[in-house]
Nanobody, 126 residues
Framework: QVQLVESGGGLVQAGGSLRLSCAASGRTFTGYTMAWFRQAPGKEREFVAAITWSFGSAYYADSVKGRFSISRDNAKNTVALQMNSLKPEDTAVYYC???????????????????WGQGTQVTVSS
């Protein structure tokens, strides 16, 4: 049973930084794609970033490129999202997600991810 547990959310001023972490357990994740999504009130769930577990290849939404950085630690089974230069529009619940394959075309589609964490709130004040 795959389990994903997020941590690290909170309240930060615009321009500040936060680091989210996702602890993954339940199996080995070789070949998996691990991703971060976010959902603001009244909006659809939105792709933020993804990383391939085996090779560490990273992918980003245009809205966060240059400000956010995704990484994974294979030994600790964790995926991190370093968020810098935060903006009020980054305010959302952030979710960790996983799926057992790589497909760049469908990577931003939340419906293609089989496993989800419970989410962690990130609030950026202006």
């Amino acid at each position: 049973q795959v389990q994903l547990v997020e941590s690290g959310g909170g309240l930060v001023q615009a321009g500040g930084s936060l680091r989210l972490s996702c602890a993954a357990s339940g199996r080995t994740f070789t070949g998996y794609t691990m991703a971060w999504f976010r959902q603001a009130p009244g909006k659809e769930r939105e792709f933020v970033a993804a990383i391939t577990w085996s090779f560490g290849s990273a992918y980003y939404a245009d809205s966060v490129k240059g400000r956010f950085s995704i990484s994974r630690d294979n030994a600790k089974n964790t995926v991190a999202l370093q968020m810098n230069s935060l903006k009020p529009e980054d305010t959302a619940v952030y979710y960790c997600a996983a799926r057992p394959y790589f497909n760049i075309a469908t990577m931003p589609n939340p419906a293609t991810y089989a496993y989800w964490g419970q989410g962690t709130q990130v609030t950026v004040s202006s």
